[in-house]
């Protein structure tokens, strides 16, 4: 029944590791998005793919990279951790061309 | 750029009263849309309406529905007989039609921490 799912739900790790976190959606959607929470709640776009284009916030480190191994997936890697990852990472769909987006559960990733 | 404002960090409210979220955004795309969700304690987030900036009419969900006035480009959410379990934090957000290209990413604002007093 989960539309949009996330594994792990929480990620403890030490600084300078390489970490995925996968997700999947089961409605049919074209795009996936990653979000990024902060510690005073702040949302904010990361990354947005559909089968045609990447699209990527010029602020994300080139750490943190997107993986598509079909349209139903979106895993999100990132590399050499540090501890200002911290955060809760929320991954999202929509069907292309509709405004509504569906949310994961949220990955909470702990950089210590 | 686009920017969306939510002013109020937290908000109170009793039980069974309304309560209104404010948010204005600032984008200079005709074709926009804006949204609210509501992040409870447990953390997920949940989609509660959306406005398309063409919409006529201002958009109403059970007990949610946006106050829209385009011209003073404000989207606040009001929320009618609140109810305890209605207690969390609120996102607006926006997704304007030209600089997300094909993908439709939102921007969101900082959140209104919403409690609900029995």
């Known amino acids: 029944d989960t539309a949009v799912s996330q594994t792990p739900k929480y990620l403890v790790t030490q600084m300078g590791n390489d970490k995925s976190i996968k997700c999947e959606q089961n409605?049919?959607?074209?795009?996936m998005y990653w979000y990024k929470q902060d510690s005073k709640k702040f949302l904010k776009i990361m990354f947005s793919?559909?089968?045609?284009?990447?699209?990527i916030n010029e602020t994300v480190p080139n750490r943190f990279s997107p993986k598509s191994p079909d349209k139903a997936h979106l895993n999100l890697h990132i590399n050499s951790l540090e501890l200002g990852d911290s955060a809760v990472y929320f991954c999202?769909?929509?069907?292309?061309?509709?405004?509504?987006?569906?949310f994961g559960p949220g990955t909470r990733l702990t950089v210590l | 750029a686009q920017k969306i404002t939510q002013t109020q960090p937290g908000m109170f409210v009793q039980e069974k009263e309304a309560v209104t979220l404010d948010c204005t955004y600032d984008?200079?795309?005709?074709?926009?849309?804006l949204f609210w969700y509501k992040q409870p304690s447990s953390g997920e987030m949940i989609f509660l309406i959306y406005?398309?900036?063409?919409?006529?009419q201002n958009a109403t969900e059970g007990r949610y529905s946006l106050n829209f006035q385009k011209a003073r480009k404000s989207a606040n959410l009001v929320i009618s007989a609140s109810q305890l379990g209605d207690s969390a934090m609120y996102f607006c957000?926006?997704?304007?039609?030209?600089?997300?290209?094909?993908?439709?990413?939102?921007?969101f604002g900082s959140g209104t921490q919403l409690t609900v007093l029995p």
């Open positions: 999202a769909s929509s069907r292309l061309g509709s405004d509504e987006q569906f």
């Open positions: 409605l049919g959607h074209d795009t």
């Open positions: 793919y559909n089968n045609k284009e990447l699209i």
């Open positions: 984008t200079s795309d005709p074709s926009y849309g």
């Open positions: 406005q398309g900036s063409y919409d006529q």
């Open positions: 957000a926006m997704r304007d039609g030209f600089s997300s290209g094909s993908a439709r990413q939102l921007t």
